[in-house]
């Protein structure tokens, strides 16, 4: 948990009229993904692999027809082929799995690659990937009992809900740990899986240059603010209860990564405590979705993500009314420099999609992304795809130090050349 007051001098509003001299990243806000970008989620591809195994032998079909490899090659067999098209979620890619398993205990025979091409035809950014393939399988298999039917639809539905969705909740036994699990979410383990896959199997992805970068970048003004569908923690100054359903997923992520603390975490977790205080589903406030990207730079203008932070992204999506924050970016002023490191193009819809909040407010925003593709041809033109359909710079880069350093060497080249963008003093 990160304590805004703590950040004073790390790039709030209220500090920037104290500078006299503009610096490199000035009224910049970079916002890191977790998974791919910060480290290699192996913890959740392992996650994926054991929860399909495990509902494999529920079901008493083969597991090895689906289980998904990160060499193989076949369409919809590999995470990458999963995520090019804005399944990134693994509980997402765990139930769907689970929901082609169940269909072919009914006798019909679905591969994953098949499932992806239908998801590509039927979907659109704003799309929830379950709810998609939930109603290409109602309409292609009429012939599919009411039991299964029912069954299929408890699979695919509230897969962000370890309460609620049975996969998820298997998922989550994988990934915490049976202490940690139980801790959680108060309910007996069923897979018997004592150690944490986050704990063994996660990797940094980020090399010290990176780090240093990054480390340079805020002290030159820059606002880094985290930014993952990973679960995590509420707001720090939310008083929790017992068995609250919130794991530190993406805290022990970034801590694992080494980046040292950033201003804020914006997770699936701030996303969940929204949800149950808004009362709406969490689908719709995650990316692609861009409440997630408001509260994002309302965090970094602040210096932290707190309770007040994702009300009030909340309200700016619905309302339209931009926070006060937001004020010396309108009109002839100061420009707002979005910067979204990610390796799927989903977060940076959800960015674009805040774009258009903006700039429909007079707000001075220039948007950009890092696009890490991890050596992945798929990543690389799904980036290529977004950055055509929807006019935005994406640099593509095999890993996240390249990427970041490359960045900051532009800005600190332009601001050499005379070229740096527009500031308040």
Known sequence: MVNPEART??????????????????NTIIALDVDGVLVNPLAYRQAVRSTITFFAEQIGVN???????????????????????GIYDPWDVSAIIVSLMKLKKAGINVSNGEALDAFRNSSSPQSHPPEVILAWIIKEYRGVTIETMQDITKTLSQ?????????????????LGKETFEETYGRPSLTGAEES???????SLIGDKGRKELEKISREGGMVVIYTGRPGLPPYDYKRKRVDGYPPEAELAVKKSRIGEPIGIVSMGSMEWLARMTKVSVESLTKPNPTQALATILSGLRGGTDMRVLMDAYDWGQTGKAPEDIQPFIGNKATLELVVVEDSPSGVRAFINARKILTDQSVNVELSAIGVHGASYEKHMAFARLAQEEGVFIDTNSNTSEGIIRYSYDVQGREENGSSKVTTV
Not at 9 to 26: D, I, L, Y
Not at 63 to 84: C, I, Q, S, W
């Open 63 to 85: 597991p090895e027809d689906f289980l998904v490899y990160g060499r193989n090659k076949t369409p919809g067999r590999n995470m990458n082929h999963f995520e090019a098209e």
């Open 159 to 175: 897969t962000r809900d370890p309460f609620k969705n049975e996969v998820t909740s298997i998922f989550q036994e994988y990934v």
């Open 197 to 203: 896959l986050i704990i063994t199997k996660d990797q």
């Open 9 to 26: 001098n790390n790039g709030g509003v209220e500090n920037r009229a104290e500078e006299f001299e503009p610096r490199p990243f000035e």
